[in-house]
């Protein structure tokens, strides 16, 4: 059964600060996805990784994959305020990304909280 | 484009109620979804489909059952619903693409089981 780690749970930074948030996975997998969830809305897709060494950035945030040691990385450059949000990695275990079904299986999430 | 929607919004239900939540899409997808989250458990796959008349149960099947008639509709049922039933449901969808494809999220129904 394919387990999704992430960590922290909880995020507090400062605005300025930089931090990472960790998403580790137990089975193969080299698709991964990072959503962003306000408080009583919907998940907005921020970032598809979809091969070992991939890198993707959009602001100040950047997503990377390594797929030989099952993890996912989501950093934080110079934090505002506007980030405030859970964060969620999800793993896709679709044919083609080594695995056999059609299934995205989703970390606890990341509630991060960005103060003045 | 309306992409994912989700019916009701909202719903409160008490114990032993039956009730159907509606999720369609206009993006021609083929692989549709059904997550419920509660709060420290993030999102689990209830059930999914990966096209027209097929559907799969994933994480937490037990006390739901789907039917996927067309492709742009996927529902939920709750037969006798239960207070742990209680949850935030969200239905997804997204292409078929051998490269991989990320969800696409409707507004998700909020359902209260008393």
């Known amino acids: 059964e394919l387990k999704v780690e992430q960590n922290p749970l909880f995020l507090s930074m400062q605005e300025g600060k930089n931090y990472t948030i960790y998403c580790n996975y137990s089975?193969?997998?080299?698709?991964l996805y990072w959503y962003r969830q306000d408080p009583g809305k919907s998940l907005e897709s921020l970032f598809v990784?979809?091969?070992?060494?991939a890198v993707k950035q959009e602001g100040r945030l950047m997503a990377s994959l390594d797929t030989k040691a099952r993890l996912s990385t989501l950093h934080i450059t110079a934090a505002v305020h506007d980030l405030s949000a859970t964060y969620f990695c999800?793993?896709?275990?679709?044919?083609?990304?080594?695995?056999?079904?059609?299934?995205?299986?989703f970390g606890k999430g990341t509630l991060l909280t960005v103060n003045p | 484009n309306a992409g994912v929607t989700q019916t009701p919004k909202f719903r409160v239900l008490k114990t032993g109620q039956s009730m159907t939540l509606l999720c369609a899409q206009d993006?021609?997808?083929?692989?549709m979804y059904w997550y419920r989250q509660d709060p420290g458990m993030g999102l689990r796959l209830i059930h999914y489909?990966?096209?027209?008349?097929?559907?799969a149960k994933g994480e937490v099947p037990d006390g739901y059952n789907v039917s996927r008639l067309k492709k742009q509709n996927f529902l939920l049922g709750l037969e006798s619903a239960a207070p742990s039933q209680t949850s935030v449901y969200f239905c997804?969808?997204?292409?078929?693409?051998?490269?991989?494809?990320?969800?696409?999220f409707g507004n998700g129904t909020r359902l209260t089981v008393t």
């Open positions: 993006m021609n997808h083929e692989y």
């Open positions: 489909s990966v096209g027209e008349g097929t559907t």
């Open positions: 999800a793993v896709d275990m679709s044919p083609g990304s080594g695995g056999s079904n059609y299934k995205l299986t």
């Open positions: 997804a969808s997204r292409k078929w693409t051998s490269s991989g494809s990320p969800l696409h």
């Open positions: 990784l979809l091969s070992n060494g």
């Open positions: 089975t193969t997998s080299d698709r």
